[in-house]
C-alpha cells in the first residue's frame, strides 16, 4: 500500500522561509497526483491553501506557495508569522476514485 | 456563503450503525463532487469516501469497504454516510468536504462519532 511522506515536525523563524514536502513512499510525485495542501489549528476544520500542485485557493495570501521539488510535493511559506503556527496536510489523488493523505506536518514558528 | 453543516454524530456500540449528514448551501450543490474526511483523536486526516455530483461513481477507502455507503440527494441538498458494523477504530471526527479540481475546497466543520461499549 502507498504511503504519503510528510516530515512529523518543522521549526521556522519568524519572517523566515520553510518548504514542507509531501512525497511517496514508492515512486515519485508529479503533477498527476493533483497534490494539495491544507492548515488545520487544533479544534479547526482544515483550512484549504493550495490545490492542483500550485494554485492558490480563493484567500490564500501569496507568501504560500505550491511545487513540485524533485520527485516531491512542496508547500513554501515566505515570510512565516506566528499564525503560521498549524498543522499542515498534503493529499495526493492515486486514481481510481482513491485520495490518500499525507501524516501531516506540525509546524512551530519560534 | 458557501457551507458545509455535518450532524448526526454521536456514542453508539461497537457493531452499532449511524448514518451521518452534511447540509450544503450557498452553492449548486448538485454539480459538485462530494467527499468525507476523518480525523481520529490526535491523529491525522483520513480519506474516507467520494460520490460524484449524479451519485454514478462512488468509492471507498479500503478502511471501511463495505460497511459505509455514501449518498445524496441533490434535491434536498443534502451528503449522507450510512455506517454499519462500527469499529473502535472508527471514532473520529467526521467532515464532509466539497470536491474542486480533485481536491477538497470546502469543509464542513466536523460531527464527532464516539464507538464506544
Known amino acids: 500500500q502507498t504511503v504519503v511522506t510528510q516530515e512529523p515536525s518543522f521549526s521556522v523563524s519568524p519572517g523566515g522561509t520553510v518548504t514542507l514536502t509531501c512525497g511517496l513512499s514508492s515512486g515519485s510525485v508529479s503533477t498527476t497526483y493533483y497534490p494539495s495542501w491544507y492548515q488545520q489549528t487544533p479544534g ?63 509546524l512551530t514558528v519560534l | 456563503e458557501v457551507q458545509l453543516v455535518e450532524s448526526g454524530g454521536g456514542l453508539v456500540q461497537p457493531g452499532g450503525s449511524l448514518k451521518l449528514s452534511c447540509t450544503a448551501s450557498g452553492f449548486n450543490f448538485s454539480t ?5 474526511v476523518r480525523q481520529a483523536p490526535g491523529k491525522g486526516l483520513e480519506w474516507v469516501s ?21 449518498s445524496r440527494d441533490n434535491a434536498k441538498k443534502l451528503l ?6 462500527l469499529r473502535d477504530e472508527d471514532t473520529a471526527v467526521y467532515y464532509c468536504a466539497r470536491m474542486y479540481s480533485k481536491a477538497f475546497d470546502i469543509w464542513g466543520q466536523g460531527t464527532l462519532v464516539t464507538v464506544s461499549s
Open chain 2, 32 to 36: 459538485y463532487n462530494m467527499n468525507w
Open chain 2, 50 to 70: 467520494f460520490v460524484s455530483s449524479s451519485s454514478g461513481a462512488r468509492y471507498y477507502a479500503d478502511s471501511v469497504k463495505g460497511r459505509f455507503t455514501i
Open chain 1, 44 to 106: 479547526q476544520a482544515p483550512r484549504t491553501l493550495i490545490y492542483s500542485t500550485n494554485t492558490r485557493s480563493s484567500g490564500v495570501p501569496d507568501r504560500f506557495s505550491g511545487s513540485i521539488l524533485g520527485n516531491k510535493a512542496a508547500l513554501t511559506i515566505t515570510g512565516a508569522q506566528a499564525d503560521d503556527e498549524s498543522d499542515y496536510y498534503c493529499v495526493l489523488y492515486m486514481g481510481s476514485g482513491i485520495w490518500v493523505f499525507g501524516g501531516g506536518t506540525k
Open chain 2, 80 to 85: 449522507y454516510l450510512q455506517m454499519n458494523g
